[in-house]
C-alpha cells in the first residue's frame, strides 16, 4: 500500500494550517447548458473494507493461525488450554484444534472463554448464532451438560444454551453444536466473554478438544457470515455503487499466504485462513462468496482483484506462472461462469447462488510499482484472461504506462495518499490528459498527514488518526476535478475504508472507525455521502476554479428530475462570497444547502463521534443566486432547472 503513485506528489508543501485568511474577491460561476460528458455510476466511492490491518471481517473464531490464544482463557482453577495440532483434525483445512485439559479433583465451573474482537456487544433485542466442534480423545465415561453462554465481565450470564454431551463419543469423530439464544438483558458495557463451560466435578480428568467456535449477531440481510449490521449500513448509507474487493494488499504480502479465492468458498470446515497481511489472522469466513453476496444486498458492483504472481520481495518466474494464471480463471468461473455442472460455478450454486454474479471489472494485481517484472506477468495473464472473457475490462495496476505494457491497458487504477493541500493544488490533476481511449480508476485516495516529508509518520509529525475537516475539504477539492474529468475517470475510492480503533493504527485515517459497540462516521464519510448522493447523470462545464485558487467546484444535473448539484469546497477560514449564474428559463425559486463545516482541526473521534455532521438548510435560488461558502467547508447546492 502506501505509496504515492501520482507523478505530482512532491508538489504539496504548503500546509492548510497556514492557508491565507485575508477577504478574498467575489468569485462568479457561469454554468452552461450543455453537457460535456455523462458521469459513470462508479464514480467516487468506496472500496477495501478488508484490505486494512484495523479490521477482522468475520465474527467466528478460528485456532490455526499465529498468536492462536490471543483473546482465549481458561476458567476455573489449574485448568489448562492449549492449541493442539490434533492427531484427527477436523478436515485438513482446520488441522488443529482447543484442547480443554481439566484436572483431577476440579469443582465449580470449569472451561474457557473469549474476549471477542476487543470486546463482544450483548444486546437483549438480539439473537445470536453460536456452534462449535468438540470430541473426546481420550477413553471417557463422562456425561453432563455443556454449557455455551455470553458472560459479563463480572461473569454474570446474559444469555445461555445447554447441551448434554458424552464420553461415549471418543475417537476421531466430531460433534458439532449449534445454538442460538437471546440476552435477559444488555451488558453494561463490551467486555463479555463468550464461553464454554462444564461442571468440574463431572468432568474432573477430563480432556476435550474444539475446533472452529463461532458467534455471531444478526447479520446485514440476515446473511451467514455476513456483515455486522451496523457497519454494514454505514457503507450502504453512503450510496455505493461498487466494491474493490477483496481489497489491494490483501491479495498477500508472500506467496505461501497470499489471498486464494478457492480457500474462502464452501463450507468454514473447508476454509484454512492465513496470516493476514498486516500481521492478524484472516480466517477468511467472510469470502469471495459472502463479498459478492454483500454487493448485491446493497446494489453495488464488484472490482474484483486477482493475484497476479507478485509478492513483497519475490515474484513468479515467467515460466511459473501458469497454476497461478489458471487459479485466476477459476476465480473468475467462479463469478460469472454460467456453467454450474461441474468446477468453480457448481461450488458457487451449492452455496446457493446458480446465477452467475455480475462482473465488469477485474484488477490484475496491485501496487506492482515495488518490483519490475509486471510487463510480462501483465502480457502473460491478459493473454489467457482476454481471450476466455472478452466481455470483461481488466485494469492494470502498475504506473500509468510506466512501464509500457503489452497489450496497452485500457484501464490503470491509480492510488494516492497525501496532504490536504496536496489534494486542493491538484484537482487539475487529469485535466490535461490525453483522451486517447485510456481511463482511470482512483483506486486509493486519502489525506493522512499535514506534513508531506511524512505522510505515514506519527501524530506528532501531522499523521490523522480521524479525518480531519482539513483533510476531507482537500479531498472535497480534488473530488470536484474527478468528476470534471469523468470521461476519463471511471471511478474512485477512499481508502482504507474501515478500522477498529482499539489496534495499533498503520493505517490512519479510515473512512468509517468502530468498536465492539459502535460505528463512527467520519467527517471524509460524510463528505463522500454528499458527492455519492447527490450524483448527476451528466457534467455541465462552468466557470473553471483557478488551478492556484482556495475554492473549488462542480456542477452536475440528473436528467430525471432537472436537478442542478453544485457542489462546493473551500479550503481556507474566510468565507467567500460566489454568484452562480444558470443558463435555464425555469429555475426554481428554493433550493437547499448541504453544508459542511467546522475548524480545521476539527474529526469525529470515538470520544465525540458526532463533532462535525453535515447540515440541510434552504437556499433561495433563480436564475442568478448568491450563496456564500463558509470557511473549512464542503457544500451540496440542489436547484431545481431546466
Not at 466511492?45 to 478460528?62: M, T
Not at 455455551?148 to 475417537?171: D, E, H, K, R, W
Not at 460469472?336 to 477485474?362: C, K, Q
Not at 495473464?381 to 470483461?392: E, H, I, M, R, V
Request: proline residues 6%; hydrophobic residues 40%.
Amino acid at each position: 500500500m502506501p505509496k504515492v503513485f501520482h507523478s505530482s506528489a512532491a508538489l504539496a508543501a504548503i500546509f492548510f494550517a497556514t492557508a491565507i485568511t485575508e477577504c478574498w474577491s467575489h468569485t462568479t460561476v457561469v454554468i452552461n447548458a450543455t453537457a460535456s460528458h455523462a458521469i459513470p455510476s462508479t464514480l467516487l466511492l468506496q472500496n477495501r473494507a478488508f484490505q486494512q490491518v484495523n479490521i477482522s471481517g468475520e465474527s467466528y473464531c478460528i485456532l490455526d493461525q499465529v498468536d492462536a490464544l490471543t483473546a482465549w482463557s481458561a476458567i476455573g482453577s489449574n485448568n489448562t488450554i492449549a492449541v493442539i495440532a490434533d492427531p484427527s483434525p477436523l478436515t485438513s483445512a482446520l488441522p488443529n484444534s482447543l484442547q480443554l485439559s481439566i484436572p483431577q479433583n476440579s469443582t465449580g465451573s470449569v472451561g474457557f472463554e473469549n474476549s471477542g474482537y476487543w470486546g463482544i456487544n450483548a444486546n437483549a433485542s438480539w439473537t445470536y448464532s453460536a456452534s462449535l466442534y468438540y470430541r473426546f480423545p481420550n477413553s471417557s465415561t463422562f456425561s453432563g451438560p455443556l454449557n455455551i453462554s455470553l458472560q459479563s465481565s463480572s461473569g454474570a450470564i446474559l444469555a445461555s444454551a445447554s447441551f448434554n454431551i458424552s464420553g461415549a463419543q471418543v475417537g476421531t469423530n466430531w460433534t458439532q453444536l449449534n445454538t442460538t439464544f437471546t440476552p435477559t438483558v444488555s451488558g453494561l458495557d463490551t467486555n463479555n466473554t463468550f464461553a464454554v463451560t462444564l461442571d468440574g466435578t463431572a468432568a474432573s480428568g477430563e480432556t476435550l478438544n474444539f475446533a472452529l467456535l463461532s458467534l455471531f449477531p444478526p447479520t446485514y440481510k440476515g446473511r451467514a457470515n455476513g456483515m455486522r449490521v451496523d457497519i454494514a449500513e454505514s457503507m450502504a448509507g453512503i450510496g455505493p455503487s461498487f466494491f474493490r474487493l477483496p481489497g489491494g494488499n490483501n491479495l498477500g504480502q508472500t506467496v505461501d499466504t497470499r489471498w486464494q479465492w478457492n480457500g474462502t468458498v464452501g463450507p468454514l470446515i473447508d476454509r484454512p485462513g492465513r496470516v493476514g497481511d498486516w500481521g492478524y489472522a484472516n480466517t477468511d469466513g467472510l469470502g469471495l462468496y459472502e463479498y459478492m453476496t454483500f454487493c448485491e444486498d446493497v446494489g453495488m458492483d464488484a472490482i474484483m482483484a486477482v493475484w497476479a504472481g507478485y509478492a513483497f520481495g519475490e515474484s513468479i518466474a515467467q515460466a511459473d506462472l501458469q497454476p497461478y494464471i489458471q487459479q485466476a480463471i477459476d476465480q473468475i468461473n467462479f463469478v460469472i461462469n454460467n456453467d454450474t455442472s461441474s468446477g468453480p460455478a457448481a461450488i458457487r450454486a451449492s452455496m446457493g447462488h446458480p446465477e452467475p454474479f455480475n462482473l465488469t471489472y477485474v484488477e490484475v494485481g496491485n501496487e506492482p510499482q515495488f518490483n519490475f517484472r509486471y510487463g510480462y506477468r501483465w502480457t502473460a495473464y491478459l493473454a489467457n484472461l482476454t481471450t476466455l472473457f472478452p466481455d470483461l475490462k481488466f485494469i492494470a495496476t502498475s504506473y500509468p504506462f510506466d512501464p509500457v505494457l503489452t497489450p496497452t491497458p485500457l484501464q490503470y487504477d491509480v492510488h494516492v495518499y497525501q496532504t490536504p493541500t496536496w489534494f486542493a493544488e491538484n484537482s487539475f490533476y487529469y485535466d490535461d490528459f490525453e483522451r486517447n481511449g485510456t481511463q482511470y480508476f482512483e483506486g486509493e485516495y486519502a489525506s493522512t498527514s499535514t506534513n508531506a516529508s511524512s505522510l505515514y509518520g506519527t501524530a506528532a509529525e501531522g499523521r490523522f488518526l480521524f479525518p480531519e475537516v482539513q483533510g476531507s475539504v482537500g479531498e472535497a477539492a480534488f473530488m470536484t476535478g474527478l468528476e470534471r474529468n469523468a470521461d476519463i475517470v471511471f471511478a474512485a475510492s477512499y481508502a482504507p475504508l474501515l478500522g477498529v480503533r482499539n489496534t495499533v493504527a498503520y493505517l490512519t485515517p479510515n473512512l468509517i472507525g468502530f468498536d465492539a459497540g459502535s460505528v463512527i462516521q467520519s467527517t471524509s464519510y460524510y463528505v463522500q455521502q454528499m458527492f455519492s448522493l447527490n450524483r448527476g447523470d451528466v457534467y455541465l462545464p462552468s466557470t473553471l476554479p483557478s488551478a492556484n485558487g482556495t475554492l473549488f467546484w462542480s456542477v452536475t444535473k440528473k436528467n430525471a428530475t432537472n436537478e442542478l448539484f453544485i457542489k462546493v469546497a473551500n479550503t481556507i477560514a474566510t468565507a467567500q462570497n460566489i454568484t452562480f449564474q444558470l443558463p435555464f428559463s425555469n429555475v426554481s425559486s428554493t433550493g437547499s444547502v448541504q453544508l459542511l463545516t467546522r475548524p480545521l482541526n476539527a474529526s469525529n473521534t470515538p470520544e465525540v463521534p458526532d463533532a462535525v455532521t453535515p447540515s440541510i438548510g434552504d437556499l433561495t435560488t433563480n436564475a442568478t443566486f448568491e450563496w456564500t461558502a463558509p470557511g473549512y467547508s464542503v457544500a451540496v447546492l440542489t436547484v431545481n432547472a431546466q
